[in-house]
């Protein structure tokens, strides 16, 4: 098995932490984005898509998301549990985790790739170019800024995002926080519900990967 | 259980097949999104974030989208499977999955949100107003064209889209090409093993619904 992972970037560390909770061990190799090596003819080969994380198993079967990856590692190492024991977990869980993902990891996104100068054509991620959206950018600031001050909210009094229990609803959530970083963003100052939050997951080992 | 609904729409649509395909009986409630109902004082109090689908439980707990809707009912109804029984097999309808709701399902949204005019000020679903971005909408379609042109390596040979057994894959790539239609788009002409899947994913009786 190998993981084909970017240090640096925001994707391929939400199925990075998840590997450190579950405590396995996976060959990694870097695909470094900033040279535009998910462009390259080998990485190609290993995923058309051109993107990072990759989990490649020695069959040849290929996960070219962190969906797919989660899927896969989940059913192979039930524990420690990060999506939910019960059925209700298992649905505040996975509930949580789409709202994280698409109201926060992909509104930071369309916010960073379709303003910065170094993202020029690379609005999307991927083989395909498309040019970035200025107009998309101004919404996903819009958006970003009301996501992480909704976060409070979301936190609330409860020690993880989802109850009880850490969660992939929380490594995304951390991922959303840690990154928001690039557009000069973060948690409102008066956030105290969102900052203890983000202090207790910060201080997890698998939070440095 | 309640389950909101509305009968025309392409979201709600991927929860009420997969609930048809599970033969699970739950009471069904229409929310008119024709006429803006979902933004009704009543509804948000069932979901402040003013979509559907929701699942909501007798004692309170609400699902609000499809990912938290089928990961509790297929907690609480395992079979028929939809999610894959094998670590493998997990992996795979989940990566397929969540390619086709990112590159087919949220493409062919951005295309028509952002064009239509019953849509001005309606750009992404929910409470917030946004403003149509025309040059998103012609991005959506590139991209709406180019997943559904590649539907038929995405099928290939295999009786459905994740392998020889029916999926959740199967069911939000069906409402991908169902709902295609509203921007005068559809499979390729030449596309026969895309035309040969989808033709037998609709003559499911889940597929009326």
Redesign the interface.
């Known amino acids: 098995m190998k993981f084909y992972d970017c240090s640096t970037a925001p994707s391929p560390r939400r199925a990075r932490v998840f590997i450190a909770e579950k405590g396995i061990d996976i060959e990694t190799i870097q695909v470094d984005l900033g040279n535009r090596e998910q462009l390259s003819d080998w990485f190609r080969k290993i995923n058309p898509?051109c993107t990072v994380p990759v989990?490649s198993?020695d069959d040849g079967?290929t996960?070219?998301?962190?969906?797919?990856?989660?899927?896969?590692?989940?059913?192979?190492y039930p524990e420690p549990n990060l999506m939910?024991h019960?059925?209700?977990a298992?649905?505040?869980?996975?509930?949580?985790?789409?709202?994280i993902e698409t109201e926060g990891m992909m509104a930071r996104a369309e916010a960073l790739r379709n303003s910065v100068p170094g993202m020029k054509g690379r609005a999307l991620t991927g083989l395909?170019a498309?040019e970035q959206?200025p107009?998309?950018a101004e919404?996903g600031k819009a958006?970003a800024a009301?996501f992480l001050a909704g976060i409070e909210g979301l936190v609330g009094a409860k020690p993880f995002v989802a109850g009880d229990s850490y969660s992939v609803a929380d490594i995304d959530l951390m991922v959303v926080v840690d990154f928001a970083g690039w557009l000069k963003m973060g948690l409102p100052d008066d956030a105290v519900n969102a900052r203890r939050w983000h202090e207790a997951v910060s201080a997890r080992a698998s939070a440095k990967f």
């Open positions: 898509y989990l198993l079967t996960y070219t998301n962190t969906a797919g990856i989660r899927a896969y590692l989940d059913a192979l939910g019960t059925a209700q298992k649905g505040r869980i996975a509930d949580l985790q789409w709202r395909e498309y959206i107009e998309l919404r958006r009301r």
